[in-house]
Every structure is written in C-alpha cells, then in structure tokens.
C-alpha cells in the first residue's frame, strides 16, 4: 500500500503533522529521570584525581592520607585498573596511515593533558571522595610540551608518543582532475586563510554514568547518558571481558548531548571497571569545571585555501589545505581524524566544478582530545567554500546570489558525485535559493543596508548554501573496523488494551525522538500517536541499533519504524478479517478500529480483537497466526549517504568604533527530505543556528603554551545566550530520499552547518566598505578592530 504521507484528508495522516511531545508535560515539571536521580542500593561515588600538568611521568602515588577520610573506601590508580580492563586503540582501517597508541581508563606511567584522570576514589558520597581526592600526593615529573599544531611535526618538536615515530596522526589528499591547470588558466585566484576556534559542548546535563555489578549474576548494568547504547554495550563488554549479553546499558532522559556523549571516555569507563573490582553500584557525574578539560574539545582547524573563477564568475577549482590537532588520543572508537577527513570531501559541497584538491594533516599535542561534534566538519567547509565563493564575487564585482545561481549543481541533474567523490541523490539548491530570496526580501534588503550605509552604518548580508550528510550507511565505520552498528530497528507490539508500544533503538537526547517515533508508528499502524508508547536506550529491550548520531533518527530509525509498523497492521488485519469473515483487502485500521476500508464504517475495535488474541485464542482457526508484536531493522546500501542541503542568510550590524556585532535577523532554507513533524524540524534548525552562532561569535576554548586551559569555566567561556540571538526565519523545501519508503533524510546538524559561513560573509559585506576583512572564528570584537587597523598587532 502507498501511503501519500501529509495529506491532511487521509485517515491517520500524522507524517508531516505538529504533534505535541509525548514526553513534553513530564519534562516540564520535572519529572525527568537523568542519571544523577538514579540511587541504588549500596551505591557509592568516585571522583578522579585528574593530571594538573599537560605532559609529566607519574613517578609515585601515595593514597595513605586520602584513605583516612571518613567515607572513603577505596584508592585505586591506573594500574589497578589495567587489570581489569584492557586497553584501546582509536584507529579505522579506511582511514590509510591513522595511527594512536594504546589509551588506559587511567594513566598509567605518563599523563598527557590537563585534566587526564590519574587516580580514583570512591567513597560512600560524592563530597568525601572529593575530599579524598584532595589529599592524594602524586609525584609528576613534567615533560616537554606540544601545543602547536602548525609547529608539531617539526623535527626539533618532541614526539608525543614515541613509539609512533612523529607526532602526524593522520594525513589524507582528496584529489580530482587537473588542479594546477585550473588555477593557471583561471581568470582571477583568490586565496585567504580560515581558522576555527576549539570549542566544546555545553550541555544542561553532564556527562554521567552509574555502573552496578552484579557478581553473582555476571550481569553488568550501566545506566548512561549516552546517545549509542549498544555501542557502549559493545565498548564495556569487550574491555571488561564479558559476553554483550552480560553487559545492559540503559539510556533514559538526557540533558543535551550536540555529539560529546557520543564516545568513549576514559572516566567512565573507569567508573565501569570500577564498579567491577568492587562488586557494588559506583556514579560518575562529571562537575561543570571537570568537564572543560574532559569533554572532548571539537574543531580547531587552521586552513590555506584558494578558489579559480573564470570572468563569468564559474567556478574552476578549490584548493585546500587543512590542519588541526587532536589532542593527546584519537578517540574511541569513531577517530578524531573524523572531522579533518569530512572537511576534505565536503569543501565545494554544493558547486560544479571539475578540478579539486583538498589535504588534511591530523597532529597529536598535549591538550584535550578533540572528536566529533555538531555537523562534524561541516561549518568548516561551509566556511571555507562559502568564504572563497563570496570573495571571488566581490573580485568580479557579482553580486553574492548571482555567483551561486551560476555554480550550483541544476536541481534536475542528479544523481551526480562531486569533484570530492560524494555521491549526491537528490538535491534541491536553486530551489532553496529562490525561497530564501523570497523569504528575506532580498532586494529589499539591500536598499535598507543602502541607506544605513548614508547614514555611517556598516550593515552585511551574508550567504551561505551547503550540504549536509545524514542516515549514514556502513561506509562511514562498519568498512573500517569499529562495531558501530549503521542499521537501526524498531519492535511494535499491541496490547489487549489495543494501545501500542514501540521499542527503538534510537535514543532521545531532547530532539524529539519519542514524538517522531509515535507519529510514525500511529500512522503505519492506523491508531492516533497518544495511542503509542515509545520506549528507547535500553540496550537489553530495544532491537539491536545505532543510536542517534550523524542526524540518523528519522531517516534510519524511523525508516524501520515505518515497516514495524505497517508490518503490525498488516498481521493485526489478517486476524480481523478471519474474525470478520471478510476481505482482507477491504479493511483498513483508523483511529483505533477495524473499518471498511472504502465506506469508513467501524467494523471492530482494536481492544476487542486484543481480547480475543490474547484471553480467547482458543476461539481463532488453529493455523492462524496471531502475532501481534513485528520487528523490522533498516539499512541504508545504495547511497554512503543522504545528501541534504540548504541556504542560510545573515543580516548583521559591526559597529566600527567597537567591533560588536549585532544579529539583526537570521534565515535559513533547508531540505530535509520528507518532514516528520514540522515545528520540531524548525526548533532543531534554530538550535543548531543557535549553536553555529555561538561558534561564530564567541566560543574559544584558551590555552598558554605549557598546555593549560586558561578559561574552563562559564565564567570566562562565552556562550550565546537569548538576548544575543536575531530572529529566525526557517522554510523548507522537501525532495525525499527514493532510498526509503518514508523519505525521510535528517536534521539536526544543518543549522550549525551553514550559520558560522553566513555570519562571517555578512560581517564581511558589512567591512568590505572599509577595506577590511575577517576570516578567524570567533569573530571577536578584538578580531575585527585589529581587521579595520584599529588595532596593531
């Protein structure tokens, strides 16, 4: 059956609907179960005595005087540790030349950045082992540092890990067609150097674990804010040597995770191996300040690139030239090359051209480790690609719309593969761009900043068009050797009562995964979404899944929700019409009832065929089956990817005496194949713009030059905040996804995505008056003073 999802005259349409959260009302008043409202039986905390140097020898321990705190249990170092618990190496087969060395819960002999745990203590309360921890006397012998990435392969720069011979993590070159004839036989080159600050996520709740141990059950639980549960599972079984089917991991509500409670982390799994020494429940949760220099860090990027334009404005080639620092470790198990690499096949996104080149250099230094994030490389490229692509018309005199319009791929030309080798489906850019247009007033726009400009104010508009990857298949780290499941699944069962459950193993972590779970899973069945039960993160009851990540909710869990589903109505109606003595082709399932597929006339309630199925199955033909539970997993295989794309617009105001920027109003289009639940698509959107924002303008992770983090607290490390932020204006354009029956694509990321490019050119357009340009992130007051000559260097 074909359903014509959103077409509000069809019975039980809710694809495409606003429909309220299922979770909503608990949230709001404060019934929201998080880790830290978890309390066990027996349970005790740990807090870790975390390394104060970048780079030092851990010569001796002593734990006498921390043992003699009241409440104090247990001192344990990493050693201790190492017994239980092996090692990990953070490297992917598909990733050529990327190494790591062994990383510990622990350091062993040797910590490598600020904030590396060295030892733990656990007591009956948080307070006292905190307490304890304070009185634990580690003798360090410092160690020469390694804090700048474009000074870190040189050969008189100490070798971080000397068994891996240099400090290179990871080098790749991206390479089509004939780059250096391009540029030669351009009409104009420009050139321009980008950099990102490291920043990191600032979640509502922090990184938290409780891990209980039941020896006489050999069964491990660990309840976690996580957004991959049964990676987790997988990640504790292995290096604690116990079956997966020992080791269940439990994800309830989440405060927030943008990417930073996707990984592996050191402490927690400490706190699991922990737990398993002692026999008994043991809690991580991570305090505000730890988490500045434990939660991984993200993009810290320094970029040369250049972009060749023929005297029309048509783009010839880019090249790239990519650097950023990792850290101490790559990270387990998905890589800190991650970023660099998507930087590199993403640049160009949304362009025709034939000529590219694009390289990576990925270096190790003694400073937090950075992972993935948000949009994982994707504001980088956005930057560079929109950046270059806004001063190659300011060159040509075009004006910034035009200079797209010219270069982007024809919205009827695909399939297609980009000079970077990404195999795009179905994108739509020219079909966003005109929306924006539209939706901004464009040429409006530019008489307001006209006349402002009469009166000595500098006002910009920025553009910014870019793709986005989502529902990932196997190729992004099943290919390279990490247990990251890409397939998703989703069990639906009805109850006596007819109501519905549905089991999934994608995880809520805020965005909204309950109410997309339950629209879905109300219209492939045929009951109202108040009618479903959505139940996620429990890896010992969901089907087998990859969790939420890379905007893969809706596109892959929902997918094989759908089929679940729709596979449960079809087996609820194969009943019904042996009941009914009718054809089974000619019912249908509508708000809870058996009806007449082509007169709506209600035929039987759900509740009274749950009644027979489940109490008086002896009253039903023997050979029938009466199944009312099905299961379906999905999987993407034709596409590595599923492209999407969009366009963001940014109205700035630089105040030239001071250098602060003012948001006047922020638009983005985006293309997220088939939409689920709009307004919780347009709040994704806004939060990640939200987020890009706050990477464009004020986030920046410090450090001095002996590797320590000079502002690791709220208050020295800038975050946007209500006050700052414009007004947003979102529209869409859809173009499902053929690789699916639902369409869906994803989300979540593509504000992030496209804002910081948008907000740069905007402060640009707004400068270029002046003479002045910027292309550093953040763009501090400070930044743009020194662009305008305001300030010397």
Request: hydrophobic share 40%; with cysteine; aromatic share 6%.
């Amino acid at each position: 059956m074909t359903l014509q999802f959103g077409n509000p005259d069809r019975p039980n349409s809710y694809i495409g609907k606003t429909v309220p959260r299922p979770n909503a009302a608990r949230l709001v008043e404060g019934r929201g179960k998080y880790v830290d409202d978890i309390v066990l039986p027996r349970m005790v905390h740990v807090a870790f005595v975390r390394s104060p140097f970048a780079h030092a020898n851990i010569n001796s321990i002593e734990t006498a005087d921390a043992l003699s705190v009241k409440g104090v249990l247990r001192v344990l170092t990493g050693a201790d540790l190492a017994e239980v618990c092996t090692p990990w190496v953070a490297v992917l087969a598909h990733l050529k030349g990327l190494k790591s060395p062994p990383e510990h819960p622990m350091a062993v002999d040797r910590a490598c950045w600020v904030g590396e745990p060295v030892v733990a203590v656990v007591a009956t309360s948080r307070a006292a082992a905190e307490d304890g921890a304070e009185l634990v006397d580690v003798d360090y012998e410092q160690l020469p540092v390694v804090t700048d990435m474009m000074t870190a392969l040189d050969k008189d720069t100490p070798v971080l890990h000397p068994e891996m011979g240099d400090n290179l993590a990871f080098q790749r070159i991206n390479e089509e067609g004939d780059i250096e004839a391009a540029f030669a036989g351009a009409h104009r080159v420009v050139s321009a150097q980008f950099s990102t600050a490291r920043h990191t996520g600032i979640t509502l709740e922090p990184r938290s674990i409780l891990v209980d141990w039941n020896p006489a059950e050999a069964q491990m639980t660990a309840y976690h804010a996580t957004q991959a549960p049964h990676m987790m599972q997988t990640v504790l079984a292995k290096h604690l040597n116990l079956a997966e089917s020992r080791v269940r991991v439990i994800c309830g509500d989440v405060g927030g995770s943008y990417g930073i409670k996707v990984h592996v982390y050191p402490d927690e799994v400490a706190t699991a191996a922990i737990a398993k020494i002692m026999g008994r429940p043991v809690k991580f949760i991570a305090d505000r300040l730890e988490s500045f220099t434990t939660d991984i860090h993200a993009r810290d990027h320094k970029i040369e690139a250049k972009i060749a334009v023929d005297k029309d404005g048509k783009i010839l080639g880019f090249d790239v030239d990519d650097w950023t620092a990792i850290g101490a470790y790559s990270v387990y198990p998905r890589t800190s090359a991650i970023e660099g690499n998507q930087v590199i096949n993403l640049c160009g996104g949304p362009y025709d051209f034939a000529d590219y080149r694009a390289k990576t250099t990925v270096v190790f230094q003694n400073k937090t480790p950075t992972c993935q994030y948000r949009a994982v490389g994707h504001p980088i490229a956005v930057a560079i690609t929109e950046g270059l692509v806004d001063m190659a018309a300011a060159e040509l005199g075009l004006d910034p719309i035009e200079i797209r319009r010219r270069n982007m791929y024809a919205d009827d030309a695909y399939p297609v593969t980009s000079p970077a080798k990404m195999r795009f489906e179905g994108l739509s850019h020219h079909q966003s761009m005109d929306k924006l247009v539209e939706l901004m007033d464009y040429d409006a726009l530019r008489a307001d900043q006209a006349e402002a400009r009469k009166k000595g104010i500098y006002r910009g508009i920025g553009i910014a068009a870019f793709i986005e990857l989502t529902n990932p298949s196997p190729f992004m780290y099943g290919i390279g050797g990490a247990r990251i499941s890409a397939q998703d699944g989703c069990t639906v069962r009805m109850d006596p009562d007819g109501s519905i459950v549905a089991l999934s193993g994608v995880t809520e972590q805020g965005q909204g995964t309950e109410a997309m779970l339950s629209q879905i899973v109300a219209e492939g069945v045929g009951v109202r979404p108040n009618n479903v039960r959505v139940i996620t993160g429990d890896t010992q009851v969901t089907p087998y899944g990859g969790g939420t990540w890379a905007s893969r909710g809706a596109g892959i869990g929902g997918e094989a929700a759908l089929r679940a589903g729709r596979a449960l109505r079809e087996s609820i109606l194969e009943v019904a019409a042996t009941m009914l003595q009718a054809d089974q082709n000619n019912l249908d399932i509508r708000d809870g009832e058996v009806v007449d597929s082509d007169t709506g006339a209600a035929r039987m309630p759900l509740e009274e065929l749950g009644r027979i199925v489940y109490f008086r199955g002896d009253t039903l033909p023997e050979d029938l089956p009466r199944e009312l539970v099905q299961t379906r997993h999905y999987i993407t295989s034709e596409y590595p990817f599923a492209f999407t794309n969009g366009v963001q617009a940014s109205y700035v105001e630089v105040d030239t005496d001071t250098g602060e920027v003012t948001l006047l109003k922020h638009w983005c289009v985006e293309d997220c194949g088939r939409i689920i639940n709009p307004q919780l698509v347009d709040e994704q959107i806004r939060g990640g713009i939200v987020q890009g924002l706050g990477g464009a303008l004020f986030e920046e992770i410090h450090y001095d030059e002996e590797g320590q983090l000079l502002n690791g607290s709220m208050a020295d490390y800038l975050v946007p905040m209500a006050a700052e932020m414009p007004d947003m204006v979102i529209g869409h354009v859809e173009t499902p996804t053929k690789e699916s029956e639902l369409g869906a694509k994803g989300a979540g990321e593509a504000g992030t995505a496209g804002a910081p490019a948008a907000v740069m050119n905007a402060i640009n357009d707004a400068l270029r008056p002046k003479g002045a340009q910027v292309s550093a992130m953040p763009f501090t007051p400070e930044r743009i003073l020194r662009a305008l000559g305001e300030i010397e260097d």
